[in-house]
């Protein structure tokens, strides 16, 4: 957002004197004519239509302008106060970050180079919000209100990427019915996002680079070239630098392309973030699912907030899914996939000792995580002989806890705790009483 300078205010200036001047002719068309034709009412039409988008640029350029007479935040500044900087300048970002410095100078480079229309080159871990990346720095640009085409480059078959790229005229092979636009096309104007660039054949990253060269196309089939105006940014989670050096990537494109470079830090470097996602996932998931958020018990949120995350933010953002979709009211350590279960519930479990994915005091690997071990043990506890007197009636229990039935229910469950087991016990003592 920082790239106009002050220069751009009178030219703004001058820009807006030219769409009053504008304005005041088709006024002045539409004031004396005594009568219009089809004919001319179409060139209105397209003189309004054309009108109204130099107005949306030009209100775009002058918040860019204003942004730019803003002091700009000195790079020594605390992350916090740099995040809180960048929210301050419109920034649009629609989602959550933390104040990993990795991370905001990756926002920040995506500021400076939205209103621009150079090539961005993102880089990075799967998973770790290059699509985002991307969809931010068309929002804060001056296309925002143009098309935005995505185009993963791994998911294209090798024959077809010419022509899902550049479209193909009809009978251009077999099965071309009928004219086809490509990607290219339909991002005229706007913004093409090439995903998993570093999958992309030679062949096709020889027709790439003419494009980023000439900004023209043409149809597979067809001798016409079109002229298109599209802003590109590329993503990759693979090294194009030693890619290009293997032969598998052409050097040349590799510099047309990364004219601005972004890298996203993986998640595991961005621990603060992960808090702020749990929460915000979480609160997706319940609208997608239409139920209240999931309550995290501590030792599930101990094991979110310091688990790797090698998938990174799509790992997390799926774990809160099933969580959110696998739990009721409150989600434990047996709502995550099996795999991903700490290790040392298992003998807890085969033993019967400590609640399910728990872990035994004795073994615990932290002070806090003995004291929450220790005080499960005691709920457990208490849990069984509640039942033992009552003869495994859980109506009863509640009653005499003075508890909701559904969350003493809840509470059963946590620590795998059968009511049934208990009727036969109680019965049994009831008798030796008598």
């Known amino acids: 957002m920082k790239l106009f300078n002050q220069g751009g205010l009178a030219g703004s200036a001058i820009s807006y004197a030219g769409l009053i001047e504008k304005i005041e002719i088709l006024r002045s068309t539409l004031r004396w004519a005594s009568r219009l034709e089809r004919a001319e009412i179409e060139k209105l039409l397209k003189q309004a239509t054309t009108l109204r988008d130099e107005v949306m640029q030009l209100s775009h350029k ?29 920034f649009i970002f629609e989602g959550t970050f933390g104040d990993n410095p990795k991370l905001l100078e990756a926002l920040e480079i995506a500021e400076k180079a939205a209103p621009t229309d150079l090539p961005v080159l993102i880089d990075g871990e799967s998973g770790t919000g290059k699509e985002l990346m991307a969809k931010v720095i068309h929002a804060n640009g001056s296309r925002t209100d143009k098309p935005y085409i ?102 040349d494109l590799f510099y047309r392309l990364s004219v601005i470079h972004v890298t996203l830090p993986p ?33 599930l ?69 003995a004291k929450r071990a220790a005080s499960d043990e005691a709920e457990r506890a208490f849990l069984e002989r509640g039942l033992l007197e009552v003869g495994g009636t859980v109506a ?7 508890m909701n039935r559904s969350h003493l229910q809840m509470l059963l469950k946590k620590h795998g705790i059968h009511s049934k087991d208990f009727r036969n016990q109680g019965t049994a003592q009831g008798g030796k009483a008598r």
């Open 301 to 369: 949120r101990d094991f979110l907030m310091n688990y790797a995350y090698p998938g990174n933010i799509r790992e997390l953002r799926n774990l809160m899914y099933r969580i959110s979709c696998l739990a009721g009211d409150t989600a434990d350590l047996e709502h995550l996939p099996q795999d991903l279960r700490p290790k040392s519930a298992a003998p807890a479990m085969a033993a019967g000792g400590s609640p399910p994915g728990g872990a035994d005091a004795s073994t615990a690997a932290s002070l806090s995580e």
């Open 150 to 251: 995505s185009v993963n480059c791994g998911a294209i078959p090798e024959n077809l990427i010419e022509s899902e790229l550049f479209g193909h005229k009809k009978g251009a092979f077999t099965g071309a019915s009928a004219d086809r636009r490509g990607k290219f096309e339909s991002a005229h104007t706007g913004t093409i996002f090439l995903d998993e660039i570093g999958e992309l054949p030679l062949t096709g990253q020889v027709k790439l680079l003419r494009v980023l060269e000439s900004h023209e196309i043409q149809r597979v089939g067809s001798d016409e070239t079109i002229s298109v105006d599209t802003r590109i940014v590329a993503a990759t989670n693979r090294d194009l630098r030693r890619l290009s050096d293997e032969g598998r990537f052409r050097e």
């Open 396 to 402: 009863e229990l509640a009653r005499r806890f003075d």
């Open 267 to 299: 998640l595991r470097e961005r621990r603060d973030e992960i808090g702020l996602l749990v929460a915000y996932f979480g609160d997706e998931a319940a609208g997608a699912l239409k139920r209240r958020p999931v309550k995290l018990t501590p030792r």
């Open 62 to 90: 002058e918040r860019f302008v204003q942004a730019a007479v803003a002091e700009t935040a000195p790079a020594d500044l605390a992350p916090r106060e740099r995040r809180q900087a960048l929210l301050e300048r419109s």
